[in-house]
T-cell receptor
Framework: NAGVMQNPRHLVRRRGQEARLRCSPMKGHSHVYWYRQLPEEGLKFMVYLQKENIIDESGMPKERFSAEFPKEGPSILRIQQVVRGDSAAYFC??????????????FGSGTRLTVV | AQKITQTQPGMFVQEKEAVTLDCTYDTSDQSYGLFWYKQPSSGEMIFLIYQGSYDEQNATEGRYSLNFQKARKSANLVISASQLGDSAMYFCSLADSNYQLIWGAGTKLIIKP
């Protein structure tokens, strides 16, 4: 039973390009969360999605960032016109319920985005 | 506002010794959960242990135990018989009525042979 799969593991983009980060949740999980981790810091919440719905995007920057979780396929975090400050590790997590209670949220291995 | 504080930026511990990683939290909710995650140098985030606010007993998972002191709002992680493979960043996080996880800044643990 595969865990949360994120790809690519590492992504390098030039300033101004677009970055697409993919996340396939654990089988049976319909709740997906995206977090960002800057160097030497803990994770910061970005967005919470269920299939075809954005439940909470309060942690998303107002511009250039968008997320989706279509009926079929992985969840996508999209960053348009990347800047150096977007360089970070982006983690996806999934859970069976809306709160990851006793078994926690299952995290993917993250995508490390480097903007050059 | 919810907050997690990890006051130890780094720790050195001799192999086979027990180690306690500190975590204090702040929330106005009555129902909440506390998590500890391990992040090795490879970068993935590994779930270690969970404590619910209404759990009367401290959580344990193998060599990991959570010293939960509700009145003090602390949830320290105890690792018994430390191993070289325990060297990593350790994060404490809080989930309350909101599903978002609030994270501390982490503690870098280095186990010395």
């Amino acid at each position: 039973n595969a865990g949360v799969m994120q790809n690519p593991r590492h992504l390098v983009r030039r300033r101004g390009q677009e970055a697409r980060l993919r996340c396939s949740p654990m089988k049976g999980h319909s709740h997906v969360y995206w977090y960002r981790q800057l160097p030497e810091e803990g994770l910061k919440f970005m967005v919470y999605l269920q299939k075809e719905n954005i439940i909470d995007e309060s942690g998303m920057p107002k511009e250039r960032f968008s997320a989706e979780f279509p009926k079929e396929g992985p969840s996508i975090l999209r960053i348009q016109q990347v800047v150096r400050g977007d360089s970070a590790a982006y983690f996806c997590a999934s859970s069976l319920q809306g709160r990851g209670d006793g078994y926690g949220y299952t995290f993917g291995s993250g995508t490390r985005l480097t903007v050059v | 506002a919810q907050k997690i504080t990890q006051t130890q930026p780094g720790m050195f511990v001799q192999e086979k010794e027990a180690v306690t990683l500190d975590c204090t939290y702040d929330t106005s909710d009555q129902s909440y959960g506390l998590f500890w995650y391990k992040q090795p140098s490879s970068g993935e985030m590994i779930f270690l242990i969970y404590q619910g606010s209404y759990d009367e007993q401290n959580a344990t998972e193998g060599r990991y135990s959570l010293n939960f002191q509700k009145a003090r709002k602390s949830a320290n992680l105890v690792i018994s018989a430390s191993q070289l493979g325990d060297s990593a960043m350790y994060f404490c996080s809080l989930a309350d009525s909101n599903y978002q996880l609030i994270w501390g800044a982490g503690t870098k643990l280095i186990i010395k042979p």
